[in-house]
């Protein structure tokens, strides 16, 4: 399993263990390159990875490493001048290159989905935030109106919103950014996918309600055996979720390996230096010492 | 523990369900509050200085009734007949009660009740704003949602041109050429004149089409414009990345979700369009022949009939300020989060 550019020296390489050879993949993404067609540069240059059933794959790296581009591919809306010029995307065995928009449209919410950072930009403001999970549920499941409101609080009690009837009535301004992650998700898993991009999902929550969010992605996949794609800037958050992180920096991944096995024995030294920034800066170093005397 | 769950769960269902009943009818008193909260003060002060304007333009009844000779006995005595020897409060106080009962005095031309031929001129300037409010609406709405969904390629451009070129023709050369094309030339509809609707709706639609179209260019290229810049910018929201990613039909993230959000500014342009319909129809009723508002508006101002111009002005006043809360209701139900001056 060829996983890095040729960018990367060999001796970085890691043979990732594979969970299972078994299932097949829900989410192929296998040496991905992405141009900007205007400025004729490549942002991203080779990223591979696979998401079977139940998985969680990490992407950690700075900002304009690639790591949004690469999501975003996956799901088919690159921004206007970004194309795939390299590699291929394979959703649930179908190579996304050859889907047509309509193919494009049943396969997003039901097989993959995505919740993003500042959730809500990514909810109407003028729609009722049950409305819009409702909305959903109807199109994709075909479920009768009642039915779908129905499921929509079901869906938001899921979450862990203390209120769902009241939630369901609201907008988003009237609610906090904990609670407007929480929605979103629900907006995300309504259709049942079987793959969730979370990217840079707690990234503007604050540190609880950020630990919150993580815990309910873990038993979202834990429940219904979601696989996950945890994309942030921030290892720790990498490290609660994921059995396998990818570390990108400038477009290409420079380490990829299982969790433990990146953050004990990191090989690069952009990683070493993520790790030890997190040793410098995390709340870990003033606590060690006072429990210690 | 399960025989509690049961019971709890649905006594909250209830709970909440009857919340939401108190929160959507709070939300309509508030906004029928606010509604009114505008209404009043905007129309107190309107018609205060509306009322002001006799007594700063220092026109007086005696001067039309009797001429330039008249002694000052006489004029008194008709100021006197008029009462306007009270205290201007008094006579404020009296007019005021008039109108809050419909009667908006007597004309000092000709003594005919103000109200009456108010009616008479509105059917017709209300009928020819709002046919052309329809057409500006209808052809804006197409025009721009077309310009949008193909923005930048050469439809986009066509509509913008074509826009721009209606929109800076003055309604009475539009009518001129309309009359001189369509009702002269071609002999498609009668060139001039009004006849009510209870005489047949074909003959009411052929008699206003032609004013309606020369006052509905204006609005064809505002509303044609801001739907375009509307639904462009709200086509690179976040949102509608959202709604793609979960699965939703371009066609049902158009009218669900774009057009919902790009509708906004669209909406406000209309609310100042028919003051201005109202204010064009003066032109247009002098081309195409007809009795309406605009006409009567005209012609009490130049024979210095005071009453008969508060009277005009009071329903202008009316009529702009009762569309825009229309308005303001539409844009607050489309776009909730307007009404919280976002």
Known sequence: ?????????????????????????????????????????????????????????????????????????????????????????????????????????????????????????????????????????????????????????????????????????????????????????????????????????????????????????????????????????????????????????????????????????PQHEYTRLLIAEHDQYGLEKFLTPKEAS | MTTTALQVVPARRRGAAAARTRHALGRILGVIARSIGIFVPVFLVATFVTFALRSLSGLSPARIQLGENATPEAIQRVEAQWGLDKPFLAQYGDWFTGVLHGELGVSWVNGADISTLIGLGLGVSLSVATFALVIGVVVGFALGTLAALRRTTWIDRAITGFVTVISVMPPFVVGIVLVAVLAVGLDVFPSAGYLPAEQGIGPWLAHITLPALALSCDVIADVARQLRTGLVAAHSENYVTGAVVRGLSPRRIFFGHILRNGLGPTLATLGLKFPALVGASVVTEWIFGLQGFGRFANDSAQAGDVPAVQGVLVVSIVLVVSFNLIVNLVLARVTPASQRGV
């Open chain 1, 1 to 265: 399993m060829t996983l890095l550019s040729q960018h990367t020296a060999p001796e970085q390489t890691r043979t990732v263990a594979t969970a299972g050879p078994s299932a097949p993949p829900v989410l192929a993404v296998r040496d991905v390159r992405i141009s900007d067609r205007v400025t004729e540069r490549e942002i991203v240059r080779g990223v591979s990875f696979e998401l079977t059933p139940g998985k969680a794959v990490g992407i950690v790296g700075e900002s304009g490493s690639g790591k949004t581009l690469t999501c975003r591919a996956a799901l088919g809306i690159l921004p206007p001048h970004f194309e795939v010029t390299g590699g291929s995307v394979e959703i649930d065995g179908t190579d996304i290159a050859t889907l047509t928009p309509p193919q494009w449209a049943a396969l997003r919410g039901s097989t993959i989905s995505a919740v993003f950072q500042d959730p809500a930009s990514y909810l109407n403001p003028s729609i009722r935030v049950g409305a819009q999970i409702a909305e959903v549920v109807r199109v994709k499941k075909g479920l009768k109106r009642r039915e779908a409101r129905h499921r929509a609080v079901e869906l938001l009690r899921a979450v862990r919103l203390s209120d769902p009837e009241l939630v369901y009535g609201q907008y988003t301004y009237e609610l906090s950014g904990g609670m407007l992650q929480r929605v979103l998700i629900a907006a995300a898993i309504a259709a049942d996918p079987r793959a969730l991009i979370a990217d840079e999902a707690t990234t503007a929550l604050d540190v609880t309600v950020q630990a919150e969010i993580l815990d309910l992605l873990a038993e979202l996949r834990e429940r219904s055996g979601l696989a996950l794609v945890v994309v942030s800037h921030d290892l720790a958050v990498v490290a609660h979720l994921c059995d396998e992180v990818l570390v990108m920096r400038q477009g290409e991944v420079v380490e990829h390996g299982p969790t433990r096995a990146v953050l004990y024995d």
